[in-house]
Structure formats: C-alpha cells, structure tokens
C-alpha cells in the first residue's frame, strides 16, 4: 500500500508537467504542419525535446522500476498506467544530445515534405490540383509528368531519413533492443513475431489475387 501510494504521488506530479506540455507540443506541431514555417518547425521541435525530457530522468525511471517490482501497485488502472509512464520513459533513457539531434532531423524531413510542391513543366501544382490530374486526366504524357514529379520528394528527403534510421538503430540498440522498429513494436505492446507472421499470412491470402490484377493492368 505504501508503494501505491508513493506511486499516486508520483503520477500525480507527472500528470502536472506532461499533460499541459503534451497539448502544447501536439498543437504546435499542428501549426508548423499547416504553416510551413521555419520559426514553427523549431518552436514544435523545442517542445518536443522538452516533452521527451519530461520522461527521461533516470531517478524518476529509477523508482518507476521499483514501483513495478514492488508488486503493491495493484489497482488495475494504475498498473496501466504505470505501465505506459515505464514505457515512455524507457524509450527516453538515452543521451539528451542524442535524442535532440533525432527529433530536429524528424522535424525536418516532416518539413520538407509538407514544403514540397509538385511540378508540370513550369507551373508549381498544388496538392488538390495534382491528385485531380492524376485521378481523371487521359492525357498519358501529363500524367507522367506528374507522377514523376510527385516522387521527387523522395531524392529530397532520402539523405536525412537514412541518417535517422542510422541515429534511431543505434539508439534501440543502447536500450537492448535489436533495432528501432523492434522498439517501437514492443514499447507499443505489440509482439514483433506475432505482426511478421500477420503480414506473411496476408501475403499468402493475397498473392495469387494480385498477381491476376497485376496481368490485367500490364
């Protein structure tokens, strides 16, 4: 009872700090996502970095350990929760400087993304216009030149989203884990083996189906 009671304590105290800051962050991040801007890409990565150490603090990760240890956290809500808090702390118990460096490399490819613009010739589509081309034009020239135009962005992002898989695995790979993907999986309380054999079952179900559609488009 004790340790629930600490534990009580402990949430509350986090609730305070995280939860106003998380709206924060998640709104900013909405603003640079409609905006575009510079100033607003840097304002939701700083809130970022600042939510993230918000569940960092390895005293803190620490105690989170010996509450689950403790077994005396028992109401079944709190043990949810502690669960969750253990979990988002655990992703957090690398080097600040190493985590910032993630989070303003994300920022940048999702800018450069939501910057990018597509092209015909000389004239810059917007989204709208592009997926109406792409969706209703006969014209195969036309259409090619905007599909081609639309893949562009991957050339653009592609340096800066190999470095972060790179900062990312190497990231996992300091918390035990066998690379980033398995992380995510596992700090998501997904099983990784379980969702390997999903998509292989899926890929048997569906094979031979897209094969068939596969020959009628070609």
Do not use: C
């Amino acid at each position: 009872a004790g340790d629930e009671a600490a534990y009580r304590r402990f949430l509350k105290a986090y609730e305070e700090k995280v939860v106003p800051l998380s709206r924060d962050t998640n709104l900013a991040s909405f603003q640079a996502s409609i905006s575009g801007r510079d100033e607003d890409y840097k304002r939701s990565s700083d809130l970022q970095i600042r939510l993230n150490k918000a569940s960092s603090d390895p005293g803190e990760f620490a105690a989170l350990k010996r509450f689950r240890a403790s077994g005396k956290v028992r109401d079944l809500l709190l043990k949810r929760q502690l669960d969750v808090i253990y979990n988002a702390y655990l992703r957090n118990q690398i080097p600040a400087a190493q985590m910032e460096e993630m989070v303003k490399l994300q920022a940048q490819i999702e800018q450069k993304f939501n910057t990018f613009r597509i092209r015909m010739d000389d004239k810059v589509l917007s989204d709208n216009d592009a997926e109406g081309i792409l969706r209703t034009s006969t014209d195969s020239g036309q259409l090619e030149k905007v599909w081609r135009s639309s893949k562009e962005i991957g050339r653009v992002v592609a340096p800066d989203i190999l470095k972060l898989v790179h900062l990312r695995n190497a990231a996992a790979r300091q918390l035990g884990f066998a690379n980033f993907q398995q992380m995510q999986l596992k700090l998501g309380e997904q099983d990784p083996g379980q969702i390997e054999a999903l998509f292989d079952e899926l890929d048997e179900l569906t094979r031979g189906g897209f094969v068939a559609l596969k020959d009628d488009i070609d």
